[in-house]
């Protein structure tokens, strides 16, 4: 099945492992900035490998695209980063300044 992308059949288990831990941590909501970081880097690969074989690649630039609009709509100072739009505080420091 992925003999054609130059991958042995015995590594796809691994790889597989590997995704789903990226996806996990991606889901915990702390560790979500690494977790995006990571499955982008993951998927860069997926990218590259489509490309030098020739097969479609915009599928897993869709999924990149996809996974970081998500954690800015999960947590907004990623657009803020993004975009150097104004500072938005944490949620922890609004109940904070909220107590004070």
């Known amino acids: 099945m992925f003999g054609h992308l130059g991958w042995n059949d ?12 990226l996806a996990v941590l991606y889901l915990i909501p702390r560790a979500g900035f690494i977790g995006a970081t990571l499955l982008t880097a993951y ?6 490998t489509h490309v030098r074989v020739g097969d479609p690649f915009f ?7 996809v996974v970081w609009i998500a954690l800015g709509l999960r947590d907004p100072r990623v657009f803020q ?5 104004q500072p938005i505080p944490a949620p922890n420091e609004e109940k904070s300044q909220m107590g004070t």
């Open 10 to 21: 015995s590594l796809i288990f691994k790889i597989g492992i590997v995704e789903v831990a």
């Open 43 to 48: 998927l860069g690969e997926a990218t590259a």
């Open 59 to 65: 599928f897993a630039i869709i999924i990149a695209r």
């Open 81 to 85: 980063l993004a975009y150097h739009a």
